[in-house]
């Protein structure tokens, strides 16, 4: 696990103040996502800007507030950085009403990132289900840009339906890296042809080797239960299990307490996790 | 009684009480902004003192599970009461503060400047209780990989003069925290409070420098035995207590105890322990935005694990029952702060339980629920 690095406030800045982002452009994705591209209003801190796989940022809209919005974006792509954000509270439905050129305050990045260089060797099975995609995104990325150092991996990724499968446009992509995607929905229509299904449901179509293969999975925190329940059913021992967990964050550094989770800070000391960290809360209802 | 011997770190000596108030206007004309406890709307709440009359003079503290009244006692004692429902924390991490400041130009927001002024506060009459809990903030707030720069600017320029507790309330249980009622260290100056002087212990230079060339005289064996004897007394009296021993490891092995669910019943959720507990550190923070929305102010407020809200995100609501957000207040203060902070959440101070309206007293609980396990 990658040490949690805490970017400290530049010297002038005051508490939580943010630096300056403008809008570059803004892709559509699906209904209520839209992937906002950002890029620095100080060029030194754009050339300067680097992240892990897994990590997040903190976006700020001047009246509103700010949000916890994972990268989603190539982490060797030092021109722009993605979020995929769906609108869905106060701060995610200002930004829905911003349009390019319009600016956000930045800070970050924050938290854990996944443990690319531990899974070097080793096969991978991503499992992710909706708005957990994003997260894993950068993952993807690195491991097509390195894919030699890396045995079999497969992506499985369910929505619930297949208009809200993200980033539909790049799975050609990926699979001519070899990266074997699969996809599934929890409801099917009179044109969807593929898996009807939760995530979790269809791992006993995989040949998953417990020695050398490590699961990452994010989505909705009922499908990461099911998914771990399956990667240890198939003998995948709990340090080979990596979780990205989303939990309330105000303010990215471990200070504010909201997002506690038993001795964590979800945004310090997460949001990825290996899970045998977890295993003693993870089944705690409403801890 | 002006001694010419020089006063060193360490000493401890005597000083009429009526010096106190010479010493309050030391610390005034040294620049610090003097804050005690006073009596206020029948009660006893730390402000802006000005000198020694403005301390709660006389007055005893009765206190209960849901329950505190303030009485004259007759006697001429400063510091005979136990606090309120306030502590020094609002000083160090205010209820509430700006962050910043921002105005939109040309649709662009800009920081507005703003006066950087950083207060010097001296706290008048810390309790050992409080100070381990100042102690304890300073952990959560000065990490080593990240620094709170509002709190650590009014940390360090504190002047903490700190008091024994002689006379504990009854919702007291420092002593089995091993948190009082002696103040041990890393106090400026700290006060025993005798019939007619008070010993004087100086804990740091600034101490030193604060009280040289006010009179003092030795402390007297006798004087130094009867504030021995008192104290040893204080923790004698204690009623309540919190067997420490495991707790950390029996509170997170007991996450799925039905106490919890009991303690849910009767919890209000009204978030009153965590904003008298000296040692709650969470805070949220909000947009205060003008009409025309062309200027915001970040501001920085308490905020409760007891709150819906608080743990509130796209996903859901992490923690939806009450018995859940107590379960998360307790286990934090008793079960993983020793994780993060590498000591117990908690000093035995009693506000919790003094200012809790459904008289909920945390170390019953754990008793009960110790007790259980255990048959």
């Known amino acids: 696990m990658i040490a949690p690095t805490i970017h400290s406030a530049h010297e002038t800045h005051q508490l939580l103040e943010p630096d300056w982002a403008e809008i570059i452009d803004i ?22 800007y680097s992240f892990q796989p897994g990590q997040f940022n903190m976006i700020y809209v001047p009246g ?3 949000a916890a919005i994972s990268i989603c974006s190539n982490p060797n792509d030092h021109s722009l950085i993605g979020h995929s954000i769906r609108f869905v509270g106060n701060v995610t439905n200002a930004i829905k009403n911003l349009k390019a050129g319009d600016v956000v305050g930045l800070r970050g990045p ?7 260089k531990e899974l070097e060797g080793k096969d991978i099975f991503i499992a992710c289900g909706g708005i957990g995609l994003p997260p894993l995104r950068p993952a993807l990325y690195h491991i097509m840009q390195n894919r030699e150092k890396f045995g079999k991996v497969t992506l499985l990724y369910g929505a619930r339906t297949s208009n809200d499968l993200m980033y539909t446009d790049e799975y050609d992509a990926w699979r001519a890296a070899d990266i074997d995607v699969q996809i599934t ?17 269809w791992f006993y179509q995989f040949r998953i080797d417990s020695r050398k293969t490590s699961v990452l999975t994010c989505g909705p925190e009922i499908m990461i239960r099911f998914v771990i329940f399956e ?33 964590y800070f979800v945004c310090k000391d997460g949001p990825v996790f290996r899970f045998d960290a977890l295993q003693p809360f993870f089944n705690v209802e409403e801890f | 009684m002006v001694n010419e011997q020089r006063l060193e770190v360490g000493s401890t000596i005597a000083i009429e009480k009526s010096v106190l108030d010479d010493l309050l206007k030391r610390l005034k004309e040294n620049g ?13 709440v730390y402000e802006k003192i000005d000198e020694l009359n403005d301390l709660p003079h006389g007055y005893i503290t009765e206190q209960e599970a849901g329950y505190f009244r303030l009485h004259e006692a007759g006697h001429s004692r400063y510091f005979d009461f136990i606090p309120g429902a306030q502590s020094w924390k609002q000083f160090l991490f205010p209820p509430r503060v700006d962050l910043f400041k921002l105005q939109k130009t040309n649709n662009h927001w800009e920081k507005a400047s703003e006066e950087n002024q950083t207060v010097k506060y001296a706290f008048i009459g810390v309790r050992a209780c409080e100070l381990n809990a100042i102690l304890i903030q300073d952990k959560a707030f ?15 320029r504190v002047f903490i003069l700190s008091v024994d507790c002689l006379h504990p309330a009854e919702t007291c249980f420092c002593a089995s925290m091993n948190t009082g009622p002696r103040v041990k260290d890393s106090f400026d100056l700290n006060l025993t409070e005798l019939d007619d002087v008070f010993l004087v212990k100086v804990g740091s230079e600034i101490g030193r420098n604060i009280l040289n060339g006010l009179p003092f005289e030795l402390a007297s064996s006798f004087m130094v035995s009867s504030a021995e004897r008192g104290l040893e007394n204080a923790a004698q009296q204690m009623k309540r207590e919190l067997n420490t021993d495991g707790l950390p490891e029996f509170i997170m092995a007991n996450l799925d105890h039905p106490q919890w669910q009991e303690i849910g019943q009767r919890c209000l959720s009204c978030a009153n322990c965590t904003q008298v507990c000296p040692t709650c550190f969470c805070w949220d923070v909000t947009d205060q935005v003008t009409l025309n929305n062309n200027e915001t102010r970040r501001e920085r407020v308490w905020d409760s694990c007891f709150n819906p809200g608080f743990s509130y995100q796209a996903g859901g609501n992490t923690r939806p029952s009450i018995q859940s957000r107590y379960r998360q207040w307790l286990s934090h203060k008793l079960g993983s702060w020793p994780q993060q902070y590498g000591t117990l959440g908690c000093v035995g101070c009693g506000r919790c339980i003094t200012w809790c309206p459904a008289k909920i007293d945390l170390t019953k609980e754990i008793s009960i629920m110790r007790e259980e396990a255990r048959s």
């Open chain 1, 27 to 48: 892709t559509h994705e699906i209904n209520d996502v839209s992937t906002y591209w950002l890029k620095f209003n100080d060029a030194n801190l754009q050339a300067n």
């Open chain 1, 64 to 66: 509103f507030g700010e």
């Open chain 1, 110 to 116: 924050f938290g854990t990132a996944w443990p690319m």
């Open chain 1, 185 to 201: 929905v929890d409801r099917g229509d009179s044109n969807w042809t593929g898996r009807v299904g939760v995530v979790p449901m």
């Open chain 1, 231 to 263: 990667a240890l059913a198939r003998r995948i021992p709990t340090e080979n299990i990596f979780v990205s967990l989303e939990r309330n964050m105000k303010c990215g550094q471990g200070s504010c307490g909201h997002c506690q989770l038993g001795p």
């Open chain 2, 32 to 44: 610090y902004q003097i804050v005690g406890p006073r009596v206020k709307n029948e009660t006893l």
């Open chain 2, 142 to 156: 000065m990490r080593e990989d990240f620094t709170d720069p509002i709190y650590r600017s009014r940390r360090e």
